[in-house]
């Protein structure tokens, strides 16, 4: 069982940052990607990238020149720099890693984290 555990989250205001991090697989050349789960909203795509690194990425319209998603394999990290935050990106946001190439990443991913919580005061 693959375990993925995130780190990051708190409170910032508005036009602050925040870095998460997610603590992915030791071995498999996964796909690994951020979701998030405003209050009261279903799960939303956010970023994703590949095993590959920075070459192939991807990111929801909503964060798109914000937020930057990067790797290191070798740390089996995965990170989300988020920057110019909005009251709208608060959210429980969650670490996913799947086999699948990020054109197909999506809430159907193999492994998923215990989600942290981001709040931007506004």
């Known amino acids: 069982q693959v375990q993925l555990v995130e780190s990051g989250g708190g409170t910032v205001q508005t036009g602050g940052s925040l870095r998460l991090s997610c603590a992915g697989p030791?071995?498999?050349?996964?796909?690994m990607g951020w979701f998030r789960r405003p209050p009261g909203k279903e799960r939303e795509f956010v970023a994703a990238?590949?095993?590959?690194?920075?070459?192939?990425?991807g990111y929801a319209d909503s964060v798109k020149g914000r937020f930057t998603i990067s790797r290191d394999n070798a740390k089996n990290t995965v990170y989300l720099q988020m920057d110019s935050l909005k009251p709208e990106d608060t959210a429980v946001y969650y670490c996913?890693?799947?086999?699948?190439?990020?054109?197909?990443?999506?809430?159907?991913?193999?492994?998923w984290g215990q989600g942290t919580q981001v709040t931007v005061s506004s």
């Open positions: 996913a890693a799947d086999s699948r190439g990020v054109g197909k990443f999506s809430q159907s991913a193999d492994f």
């Open positions: 990238i590949s095993y590959l690194g920075s070459s192939n990425t």
């Open positions: 030791t071995s498999g050349a996964y796909t």
